[in-house]
Antibody, heavy 119, light 108 residues
Framework: QVQLQESGPGLVKPSQALSLTCTVSGDSLMNDNYYWVWFRQHPEKGLEWLGF???????YYKESLRSRISISVDTSKNQFSLNLRSLTAADTAVYYC???????????WGRGAMVTVSS | VLTQSPATLSLSPGERATLSCRAS???????LAWYQQKPGQAPRLLIYDISKRAAGIPARFSATGSGTDFTLTISSLEPEDFAVYYCQHRDNWPPSGTFGQGTRLEIK
């Protein structure tokens, strides 16, 4: 059974950077059938696609976040990570990692990590 | 941009639910998916490639569509179906994803 688990700080100060890690079990990040994706959901709001990475390290990001976001992969630990810089209160959200089939559908999701940006 | 309608749908168990997702431009790939989300939970994939049910999804869930108009239908609502439903399109190139704002399906 494939499982994803997000980990990282729950509280980050404005202007600082957020680093979240997604640990994958039951599948290999080197599985070339999948992309590894980050989403977020603002409180009581809809879902937002942030970007994804392929095991080769190829990344694609949401255009409006391109200057602040990076996603990386550590295949030795079977983890991929999200780094989001220059945080503001508008980045307060639940962050999800997920596995995407390469056809735009994410079939396995982590449980989500709540991140609050506040001083 | 994906626009879902209605924003809220109030129905009773056993009734048929029809949810709409309209794209602002023609969707030029099959990368259209539907998700169900319950409070405090991650989204659950229901449909991919416009009309294919994901593993373990009951047959009462079906979906169709092409071009700019897509529909998710739940043929006979079960109590566990009351949730928020999102459509998602992922552009093929450059890769990027977009969600509709969601339809809340509530018990009447």
């Amino acid at each position: 059974q494939v499982q994803l688990q997000e980990s990282g700080p729950g509280l980050v100060k404005p202007s600082q950077a957020l680093s979240l890690t997604c640990t994958v079990s039951g599948d290999s990040l080197m599985n070339d059938n999948y992309y590894w994706v980050w989403f977020r959901q603002h409180p009581e709001k809809g879902l937002e696609w942030l970007g994804f990475i392929f095991y080769t390290g190829t990344t694609y990001y949401k255009e409006s976040l391109r200057s602040r976001i990076s996603i990386s992969v550590d295949t030795s630990k079977n983890q991929f990570s999200l780094n989001l810089r220059s945080l503001t209160a508008a980045d307060t959200a639940v962050y999800y990692c997920a596995r995407e089939s390469g056809r735009g559908a994410s079939d396995v999701w982590g449980r989500g990590a709540m991140v609050t940006v506040s001083s | 941009v994906l626009t879902q309608s209605p924003a809220t749908l109030s129905l009773s168990p056993g009734e048929r639910a029809t949810l709409s997702c309209r794209a602002s431009h023609v969707v030029d790939s099959y990368f259209l998916a539907w998700y169900q989300q319950k409070p405090g939970q991650a989204p659950r994939l229901l449909i991919y490639d416009i009309s294919k049910r994901a593993a373990g999804i009951p047959a009462r869930f079906s979906a169709t569509g092409s071009g700019t108009d897509f529909t998710l239908t739940i043929s006979s609502l079960e109590p566990e179906d009351f949730a928020v439903y999102y459509c998602q399109h992922r552009d093929n190139w450059p890769p990027s994803g977009t969600f509709g704002q969601g339809t809340r399906l509530e018990i009447k």
